[in-house]
């Protein structure tokens, strides 16, 4: 059973950076890597994905140019640096894997099959 915990969250100015940390532990990790969010009141949404090669990121419209997501060196840790947030960049934040195809980098909730317990990120303006 695969386990994910994530880290790094909490309050930031608006044009301030955070960097969340997701370590995933349980059995060979070989999946796919997701942050999602979920803002009060909204539906859990898309951030970034980088596929099991590591070659393929995605990234929301949103958070293009100011997100970067990235793997550790051991495979089993992947990063989330947020760079110039924003007051709408407030919410809690999702780490997920899913054993996808190599190279995707999947966009969807329903394509992964484990979730961290989430972490706040919360921006003031």
């Known amino acids: 059973q695969v386990q994910l915990v994530e880290s790094g969250g909490g309050l930031v100015q608006a044009g301030g950076s955070l960097r969340l940390s997701c370590a995933a532990s349980?059995?060979?990790?070989?999946?796919?890597m997701g942050w999602f969010r979920q803002a009060l009141g909204k539906e859990r949404e898309f951030v970034a994905a980088?596929?099991?090669?590591?070659?393929?990121?995605n990234y929301a419209d949103s958070v293009k140019g100011r997100f970067t997501i990235s793997r550790g060196n051991a495979k089993n840790t992947v990063y989330l640096q947020m760079n110039s947030l924003k007051a709408e960049d407030t919410a809690v934040y999702f780490c997920a894997a899913g054993f996808l195809p190599s190279e995707r980098a999947g966009l969807g909730v329903p394509e992964y099959d484990y979730w961290g317990q989430g972490t706040q990120v919360t921006v003031s303006s």
């Open positions: 349980g059995g060979t990790f070989n999946y796919a």
């Open positions: 980088i596929s099991r090669s590591g070659s393929v990121t």
